[in-house]
């Protein structure tokens, strides 16, 4: 709807796709609803798919009278969301989201609760499909883990720079960690927040420890550098990037968010500590940098888990499912 197609570039050849110019207008909701509808007539889809909440007015377009069936996906929210919800869009959900056309669908246990419970939404009509990802991509490198005393312990993080994802966490943690030790710290992605961060980690006094490497559309590689990955967020539901450090043999030292702590083997949950608390963030890095044996076994547990539960295969066949209207 910001007339942005990059991710056209990811569809296989020989995917056939439209481009259609729908514009709305900022702040707009009510003006936008008829334009949308419009727009479904002339199409006349065989379903409407929207995702998070800058498209539930596309659902509310086809409330009544529905045109077609209609999947409304929700991952996550963003910085205004991250301590609680906001009246409007609980409101605004409840009214659009409710249409006996509708399913809605959650990758996390958090937020299948948040749709019951705060939005109120039918629980027939809510799916959960956890998140999936391909694990043999991210199969386990050589990393400095293993004994050498003269090379640094790489900690690390992947996401996209922005506020929520509290990167200025990690900065502070990593600074305290790394007082008595010798580590690296792997900073992968790009975003609004990259220069802000930068300055930060000069005044942490960090920045010659500190690598920007910038977005990629390979975390693997870079996963592959670190030895310890760490999540600082705000809000998350069911992050991908922890998933990928699992399936990639990492170690994880987290701050409690979203699901982490049900997604981790058993063995990694003495390395979550509670939403926000930067002091017990630094505590379980340094813990994890200070045991190579443990952070090594720590990290082929969560291998194992991910490839046993949170496999790409299983969340394809559920959305397979979905989309063909077979009920579980």
């Given at each position: 709807?910001?007339s942005?197609?990059?991710?056209?570039?990811l569809?296989?050849?020989?995917?056939?796709?439209?481009?259609l110019?729908?514009?709305?207008?900022?702040?707009k909701?009510?003006?936008?609803?008829?334009?949308?509808?419009?727009?479904?007539?002339?199409?006349?889809?065989?379903?409407?798919?929207?995702?998070?909440?800058?498209?539930?007015?596309?659902?509310?377009?086809?409330?009544?009278?529905p045109?077609?069936?209609?999947?409304?996906?929700?991952?996550g929210?963003?910085?205004?969301?991250?301590?609680?919800?906001?009246?409007?869009?609980?409101?605004?959900?409840?009214?659009?989201?409710?249409?006996?056309?509708?399913?809605?669908?959650?990758?996390?246990?958090?937020?299948?609760?948040?749709?019951?419970?705060?939005w109120?939404?039918p629980?027939?009509?809510v799916?959960?499909?956890?998140?999936g990802?391909?694990?043999?991509?991210?199969?386990?490198?050589?990393?400095?883990?293993?004994?050498?005393?003269?090379?640094?312990?790489?900690?690390?993080?992947?996401?996209?720079?922005?506020?929520?994802?509290?990167i200025?966490?990690?900065?502070?943690?990593?600074?305290?960690?790394?007082?008595?030790?010798?580590?690296?710290?792997?900073i992968?992605?790009?975003?609004?927040?990259?220069?802000?961060?930068?300055?930060?980690?000069?005044?942490?006094?960090?920045?010659?420890?500190?690598?920007?490497?910038?977005?990629?559309?390979?975390?693997?590689?870079?996963?592959?550098?670190?030895?310890?990955?760490?999540?600082?967020?705000?809000?998350?539901?069911?992050?991908?990037?922890?998933?990928?450090?699992?399936?990639?043999?990492?170690p994880?030292?987290?701050?409690?968010?979203?699901?982490?702590?049900?997604?981790?083997?058993?063995?990694?949950?003495?390395?979550?500590?509670?939403?926000?608390?930067?002091?017990?963030?630094?505590?379980?890095?340094?813990?994890?940098?200070?045991?190579?044996?443990?952070?090594?076994?720590?990290?082929?547990?969560?291998?194992?888990?991910?490839?046993?539960?949170?496999?790409?295969?299983?969340m394809?066949?559920?959305?397979?499912?979905?989309?063909?209207?077979?009920?579980?």
């Amino acid at each position: 709807m910001d007339s942005n197609y990059a991710a056209t570039a990811l569809l296989e050849a020989d995917v056939l796709w439209e481009k259609l110019d729908v514009m709305a207008g900022r702040h707009k909701t009510l003006a936008n609803v008829p334009f949308f509808r419009r727009a479904l007539n002339a199409q006349q889809p065989d379903a409407l798919v929207t995702y998070n909440f800058g498209a539930t007015e596309w659902g509310l377009a086809n409330r009544l009278l529905p045109i077609c069936r209609h999947i409304h996906i929700e991952d996550g929210f963003g910085p205004e969301e991250a301590q609680r919800q906001l009246p409007r869009r609980v409101a605004f959900r409840r009214i659009a989201l409710t249409g006996p056309q509708t399913t809605i669908v959650v990758p996390s246990e958090g937020l299948h609760r948040i749709a019951l419970g705060i939005w109120r939404l039918p629980p027939s009509k809510v799916r959960l499909i956890p998140n999936g990802i391909d694990v043999a991509r991210f199969a386990p490198g050589q990393r400095s883990m293993q004994p050498n005393e003269n090379s640094p312990t790489v900690v690390g993080t992947v996401c996209a720079l922005r506020a929520e994802k509290n990167i200025g966490r990690l900065l502070a943690a990593f600074a305290e960690a790394g007082r008595q030790r010798a580590l690296k710290l792997l900073i992968v992605g790009d975003g609004a927040e990259r220069a802000n961060l930068e300055a930060e980690a000069r005044v942490h006094g960090i920045a010659d420890r500190t690598e920007f490497t910038g977005a990629t559309d390979r975390p693997e590689y870079q996963l592959a550098r670190m030895d310890v990955f760490c999540l600082s967020s705000d809000t998350e539901q069911m992050p991908l990037g922890v998933l990928e450090a699992m399936a990639a043999g990492l170690p994880v030292a987290s701050v409690d968010v979203g699901d982490v702590a049900q997604m981790l083997s058993p063995e990694n949950l003495p390395f979550v500590v509670p939403a926000g608390d930067t002091a017990g963030l630094a505590r379980v890095l340094g813990e994890l940098c200070d045991d190579k044996s443990k952070a090594v076994s720590v990290g082929h547990q969560n291998r194992s888990r991910v490839q046993a539960t949170y496999t790409l295969s299983k969340m394809v066949e559920a959305y397979d499912r979905l989309f063909s209207g077979m009920n579980d």
